[in-house]
């Protein structure tokens, strides 16, 4: 082969290698606000909200807008009506914005009140419990309210501690979101089994983990030959089954988890 065939091939590989990085980088911004979206709709709440909502978001009862606690709204579609159409009876006017000035307000909400912050877009709680128990194959893992597998951590209460944007990043970036204490880990015992598992709990001594048939295992360090700690996690990116939408609508579902809240 010629090194000129040599260079085009390698080109060439390098070029999908460039092309699949930017459209994957390409899906994960379709479903986040950019920073001038955020900016803009900090402004818009100052101006416009603030009055009523408290520059926090926390001035009504029961609503937390700064931390996503809201009374009816999920979705961002849900947001956007109860912008645009008002509730009369809570005594909450419609507001007429522009739809680039409400996709503004939008994502200074799901910023958290950060105007340097990130802001996802969240989709429809339905659509994405479909997905989670279809498409996705989340709940092939993942345990919630009492069903499923408990491989991967339980997502029962996920909504109440998780906020949308690093919800999102477990989503499209399963490793850099991965906690320290549900990472796999592989052991082999001085007699040669082997074992495999998410970390539940370790010490000096010891370590306890579920392993791959759901089996609690607790294990004296001294007792084994080998002991790894994984660095990647075994969820692939929602990225490589769903597209950015699905993904905005899983988030939405995830984020109607608040266990007994």
Not at 127 to 134: D, E, T, V, W, Y
Not at 146 to 165: F, N
Not at 246 to 255: G, N, T, W
Request: aromatic share 4%; hydrophobic share 40%.
């Amino acid at each position: 082969m010629s090194h000129l065939r040599v260079r085009l091939l390698t080109l060439a590989a390098c070029a999908v290698v460039a092309l699949a990085a930017t459209r994957a980088s390409a899906q994960v911004a379709d479903h986040q606000y950019t920073s001038a979206d955020i900016e803009a709709g900090s402004r818009l709440y100052a101006n416009q909200c603030a009055l009523c909502h408290g520059p926090n978001g926390d001035g009504i009862n029961g609503i937390d807008l700064r931390r996503g606690v809201f009374r009816r709204s999920v979705s961002d579609d849900d947001l956007a009506r109860v912008i645009s159409t008002g509730i009369a009876a809570a005594g909450m006017p419609s507001f007429r914005f522009q739809p680039v000035e409400l996709t503004a307000v939008l994502a200074f909400i799901r910023a958290g009140f950060d105007p340097s912050g990130t802001a996802v877009k969240v989709g429809t709680p339905g659509r994405g419990q479909a997905l989670f128990a279809g498409k996705g194959a989340c709940a092939s893992c993942h345990r919630v309210n009492g069903a499923g597998p408990r491989t991967a951590p339980d997502l029962s209460d996920i909504g109440a501690i998780r906020t949308p944007s690093t919800l999102q990043r477990s989503l499209v970036n399963p490793t850099s979101a991965m906690l320290p204490i549900n990472k796999p880990v592989r052991a082999v015992t001085k007699s040669g089994t082997t074992i495999r598992g998410r970390r539940l709990n370790e010490d000096t001594y010891t370590v306890q983990l579920i392993d791959d048939q759901e089996r609690l295992v607790s294990l004296i360090k001294a007792d084994l030959r080998e002991y790894e700690v994984g660095k990647t996690s075994p969820m692939p990116p929602a990225t490589a089954v769903l597209s950015s939408g699905e993904i905005a609508d899983v988030l939405a579902y995830l984020l109607t988890l608040k266990g007994g809240l």
